[in-house]
């Protein structure tokens, strides 16, 4: 590939999104969307490397893709019916050569609102985002979450068919859909973010690449929602996050426990991103969503230059009024591991064991996972050996199965 075949590269993959976005608007449909972003880059892998780069890469894609989507509609035989459903927006489409390329257009919020929609499964949501405004490939996706390209494909095409057949509309939602639509757009984010933070299956314990694609939705985000603290509060609880990444496994790759990781080696950048972020997300008058409060919990981690620093006792109300606001079993497992840490071992384990009649924790290997830690601090150690055995079986991921054998294998000694 040459320098400037990268170089091509390398500015679809930013203004993906937007491209596509922009195309949309005018034709009204996701799958045609993308093939003109697609003739556009092809155009460009063509003209680049005789006339050199533009100086404005972004502009001249973002140009070449909305004057192709203009003709296609304009060559249609319904070109009477798509300009009445357009109007004015045909003619009136502001010409990018005269906009500001930085500049982040409303159209890439519609395409983000579009490819969350709840009419999609939750993995449809996921593949169709990163592919649209993520701009990843279908291989990259695939290998992100360890699926088969032809599954991640297939998923692809199908998501783009819900939608039209369901006729959703390329828009931002208003009113009380925007806030219900707007939880379905964080989760995908927060997804995408998790499976890269800790995946779940696969040899790795983590997957940087995801959390980057996340880390860089959620600013997007933030940015074109400025007045929504819950889009503040996701942002800084990946930034925090984020931020204790390269801290999170030793030179082989073997994953690290909090109370293990070097601090040292935590991103001082993020943390004050995140910090940032937790500001904007605490609006006057209202109470905190369940990203701000996820995001105060990382943030009190953030502020504890050691591990036995941690003010435990506010981590743990915080998971309390987390528990009001989100419920569910997996905050309240969390809940019992800060109360462990403020209250002593066995008044985790009491909440532990509780949750262990909950059908949504059966296969869970968190939670024999936390009674292992828990047992083992009492010093019941012929318990916390089979707990540690029993979340290794549970578990789809290798390097957590290993750091579960080692626990279980040293508490036995």
Known sequence: MTATSDTVEAVYRIESARIVAGAARIVRDLAIAEEIAQDALVAALEQWPETGVPDRP??????????????????????????AEVGRSLEDVPGPELADPDAIDDDVLRLIFTS????????????????????????????????????????????????????????????????????????????????????????????????????????????LMDREPEVHGLAALLELQASRIRARTGPDGTPLL?????????????????????????????????????????ACHARAVRYEDTDWRTVATLYGHLAKAAPSPVVELNRAVA???????????????????????????????????????????????????????LTRNARERELLLTRAHRVSR
């Open 258 to 298: 909090l109370e293990e990781q070097n601090r040292a080696r935590w991103d001082q950048l993020l943390i004050r991103r995140g910090f940032a972020a937790l500001e904007r997300a605490y609006a006057p008058g209202a109470a905190p969503g369940p990203y701000t409060l996820q995001a105060a919990i990382a």
């Open 116 to 223: 969350c929609h709840p009419v999609l499964s939750t993995e449809a949501r996921v593949a169709l985002t990163l592919r649209l405004i993520g701009g990843l490939s279908t291989d990259e996706i695939a290998r992100a979450f360890l699926a088969a390209e032809s599954t991640v494909a297939q998923r692809i095409v199908r998501a783009k068919r819900a939608l039209g057949r369901a006729n959703v509309p390329f828009e931002v939602p208003r009113g009380a859909e925007r806030a219900g639509r707007l939880g379905s757009v964080l989760e995908v984010v927060y997804l995408v973010f998790n499976e890269g933070y800790a995946a779940t299956a696969g040899d790795d314990w983590l997957r940087p690449a995801l959390c980057e694609d996340a880390l860089r939705l959620a600013r997007l985000l933030a940015g």
């Open 58 to 83: 972004g502009a001249w894609l973002m140009t070449t893709a909305k004057r192709r989507a203009i003709d296609l509609v304009r060559r249609r035989e319904t070109y009477a019916r798509k300009l």
């Open 339 to 393: 109360v462990s840490m403020a209250e002593g071992p066995a008044a985790g384990l009491a909440l532990t064991d509780a949750l262990a009649r909950e059908p949504a924790m059966a296969g869970y290997h968190l939670l024999p996972s936390v009674r292992g830690d828990l047992l083992e601090r009492l010093g019941r150690a012929g318990e916390a050996r089979a707990a540690f055995l029993h979340a290794a079986e």
